[in-house]
């Protein structure tokens, strides 16, 4: 069979590793979107010279099933640098190898942004490099030339590959031989979101900011709640969690992922790398005094290298039972169950130039808990309130509102932040969500503001920022004793503060 073949018979057999277009010796394959903004090999039939190369190193096609015969050892392990630590997705893993491999001259290659917050392989030569490529991108990366470039430099130095597992298979399948100076490293694999997704919505961020820094797993509240943080350049900061902004959900519901993620080839014992790094979750549970807050890595070792690598390494580490690292992780082992609403929605998304409003669509009806909601009592009372307050609202406001909420439970703020976000297209709003002792977050609207109560110039200042005209406050608000406190304080920034109410 031809990859053209395999591709037509199957779009899910390909994950977009683009092994083939590296290997052609003639150029003659370009990876080319397709309407789900996922790339796959298109050849160029004028500059083929049939040899057949590309289908000969294709993983997909020359796929063989290994058998387990033993499972790997598996380690939780924190890199022994507070900063790094702080600035790395899982226990800094991927940092502390890239030291040692630096320490020897090598170079390091994995995934980084390029100036327009599109994801890319490249190449970093020192751990100041090394800056850009550290962190998870929820994005499928593009290799371009790099595997080219990974034997290249294999000529004359040694060289750290990370990617995700099919990357790594390419790479493997693509140089066709093992190499000494190569040290591959494959991250746990959830699956990778259409780039044309991502930047559709980095694209609608950036609209009214220039957008400074992206961090898909900021450690602001901990390593256990993944969440996003997005600088802009006007010092505003978008912040959320990655389950509860728009692009984070759409990738954790399995909607927006390539189809080989759904039936992924690559998983344990698949792979093809020296080892493979993730998140430690659940390590409280099996080794709770390796827990650290700042993160912890799981480690899988495959190889003599990988363990050599390992061992060399600057960390705490301690070796854990497979059983317990993959309990609450089965990503080593098992693809991610796909919504089942996904073909629809990239159908929709095929039909609709306007990709936002499709993804919002499908951001709120994913949510299970959110469809709970609405079906329950509550829901429609929520509805029901919004849409009472809904007209005066766009009558008063033609710019922005400050919508303060005492709907603690989590799902009931994120049903009212998606219908003010859906219904007031052309009105911003600031969601203030109730922290514990009278501190608020605002997270909507790509703000990411604190405030404390009583803290007057902070809400001046975040009220004339963001050209706030007006502010609505639940009635009654649930914050007990501190209740008439707080709408005092919003008093204080001399704009008309109305009641809205539950009925
Ligand atoms: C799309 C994606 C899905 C993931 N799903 C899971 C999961 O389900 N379970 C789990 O335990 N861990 C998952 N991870 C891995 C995890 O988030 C960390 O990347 C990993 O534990 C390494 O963290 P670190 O602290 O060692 O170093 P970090 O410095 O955070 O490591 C970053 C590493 O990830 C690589 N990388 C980042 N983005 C991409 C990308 N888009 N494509 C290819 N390589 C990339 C970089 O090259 C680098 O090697 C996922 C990562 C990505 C990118
Ligand atoms: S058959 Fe050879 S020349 Fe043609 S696309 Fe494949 S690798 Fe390139
Ligand atoms: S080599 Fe990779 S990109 Fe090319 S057809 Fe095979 S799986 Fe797809
Ligand atoms: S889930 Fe599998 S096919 Fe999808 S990106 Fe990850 S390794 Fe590749």
């Known amino acids: 069979m031809k990859i053209e073949e395999m591709i037509a018979a199957n779009r899910a057999d390909c994950s977009g590793c683009e092994a083939c277009a590296n290997i052609c010796p003639k150029n003659a394959i370009t990876m080319t979107r397709d309407a789900e903004g996922f790339a796959y090999p298109k050849i160029d039939s004028e500059l083929c010279i049939k040899c057949g190369r590309c289908d000969a190193t294709c993983p997909a096609l020359n796929f063989t099933k290994k058998t387990i015969t033993e499972l790997p050892p598996v380690f939780v392990a924190t890199y022994q640098n507070d900063k790094i630590l702080r600035h790395s997705s899982s226990g800094g893993m991927f940092t502390a190898l890239s030291e040692i491999v630096f320490n020897n001259g090598g170079v390091v290659f994995g995934a980084s942004y390029d100036k327009n917050w599109h994801v890319c392989h490249t190449v970093a030569k020192n751990l100041d490099e090394l800056e850009n490529l550290r962190g998870s991108k929820y994005v499928q990366s593009q290799i371009g030339d790099v595997y080219r470039r990974v034997k290249e430099t294999l000529k004359s130095t040694s060289v750290l590959f990370s990617g995700v597992p099919c990357q790594c298979?390419?790479?493997?399948?693509?140089?066709?031989?093992?190499?000494?100076?190569?040290?591959?490293?494959?991250?746990?694999?959830?699956?990778?979101?259409?780039?044309?997704?991502?930047?559709?919505?980095?694209?609608?961020?950036?609209?009214?900011?220039?957008?400074?820094?992206?961090?898909?797993?900021?450690?602001r509240e901990g390593w256990g709640t993944s969440r996003i943080d997005i600088n802009f350049a006007d010092k505003g900061h978008f912040t959320n969690t990655n389950v509860n902004h728009l692009y984070g959900r759409?990738?954790?519901?399995?909607?927006?992922?390539?189809?080989?993620?759904?039936?992924?080839?690559?998983?344990?014992?698949?792979?093809?790398?020296?080892?493979?790094?993730?998140?430690?979750?659940?390590?409280?549970?099996?080794?709770?005094?390796?827990?650290?807050?700042?993160?912890?890595?799981?480690?899988?070792?495959?190889?003599?290298?990988?363990?050599?690598?390992?061992?060399?390494?600057?960390?705490?580490?301690?070796?854990?039972?497979?059983a317990d690292a993959v309990k609450k992780n089965s990503?080593?082992?098992?693809?991610?169950l796909s919504d089942q609403r996904r073909e629809k929605f990239f159908a929709e998304l095929a039909e609709n130039p306007d990709w936002f409003s499709v993804m919002r669509q499908y951001y709120i009806q994913g949510d299970e808990e959110i469809r709970k909601i609405r079906n329950k009592n509550n829901g429609a009372l929520f509805k029901k309130m919004f849409q009472e307050i809904l007209s005066p609202m766009r009558k008063q406001f033609s710019q922005n509102a400050l919508i303060v909420s005492s709907v603690r439970d989590k799902s009931g703020q994120e049903f009212l932040a998606t219908f003010f976000e859906q219904n007031l297209e052309n009105c911003g709003f600031y969601f203030l969500q109730p922290r514990?002792?009278?501190?608020?977050?605002?997270?909507?609207?790509?703000?990411g503001f604190k405030f404390e109560l009583k803290?007057?110039?902070?809400?001046?200042?975040?009220?004339?920022?963001?050209?706030?005209?007006?502010?609505?406050?639940?009635?009654?608000?649930?914050?007990?004793?501190?209740?008439?406190?707080?709408?005092?304080?919003l008093k204080t920034c001399g704009l008309p503060v109305q009641l809205f109410a539950q009925k």
């Open 169 to 219: 298979a390419g790479l493997k399948h693509f140089l066709g031989k093992d190499y000494d100076n190569l040290l591959t490293v494959e991250i746990l694999c959830h699956g990778v979101p259409s780039p044309a997704i991502w930047e559709s919505y980095i694209g609608e961020l950036s609209y009214a900011h220039e957008v400074t820094r992206v961090n898909f797993r900021s450690k």
């Open 250 to 322: 759409l990738f954790l519901r399995g909607l927006s992922e390539r189809p080989s993620c759904q039936i992924c080839k690559f998983k344990f014992p698949n792979g093809q790398s020296d080892l493979s790094l993730g998140d430690a979750w659940g390590v409280k549970d099996f080794a709770p005094e390796m827990y650290d807050k700042r993160g912890v890595s799981v480690v899988f070792v495959h190889t003599a290298k990988g363990k050599d690598f390992f061992e060399r390494a600057n960390l705490n580490a301690k070796q854990v039972k497979f």
């Open 331 to 336: 990503r080593f082992i098992a693809p991610t």
């Open 436 to 447: 514990d002792n009278g501190k608020f977050l605002c997270t909507e609207n790509f703000s």
């Open 455 to 489: 803290d007057n110039d902070a809400l001046s200042g975040f009220v004339k920022k963001y050209n706030i005209t007006g502010i609505f406050v639940e009635k009654p608000l649930d914050f007990g004793e501190l209740s008439p406190l707080i709408i005092e304080w």
